[in-house]
Nanobody, 114 residues
């Protein structure tokens, strides 16, 4: 049973930056693909970025602004978010996946003011 805990969310002005972290425990993190998703009010959850054996993918709306990284020794996933826009406002969720096994964190709220 994996446990994921996100941190680093908060309120930031448009154009600013935030760095999200996701601490993972209970699994061998290095074996898993890992990523970030987000859900804005009234919208479906969408991919932000995911990194695994097949490479790294980004959602079109964040390409060139967000960077996903991981520290397998520290069992931590990161998301560096630069040039934030009001439309980036959402709850951001950490995810790990290996085959049919997948776990989610409770989410962290990011609010970008204009």
């Amino acid at each position: 049973q994996a446990q994921l805990v996100e941190s680093g969310g908060g309120l930031v002005q448009a154009g600013g930056s935030l760095r999200l972290s996701c601490a993972v425990s209970g699994i061998t993190f290095s074996m898993y693909g890992a990523g970030w998703y987000r859900q804005a009010p009234g919208k479906q959850r969408e991919l932000v970025a995911f990194t695994g054996r097949g490479g790294t993918n980004y959602g079109d709306s964040v390409k060139g602004r967000f960077t996903i990284s991981r520290d397998n020794a520290e069992n931590t996933l990161y998301l560096q978010m630069n040039r934030l826009k009001p439309e980036d406002t959402a709850v951001y969720y950490c995810n790990v996946a290996l085959g049919s096994r997948t776990w989610w964190g409770p989410g962290t709220l990011v609010t970008v003011s204009s």
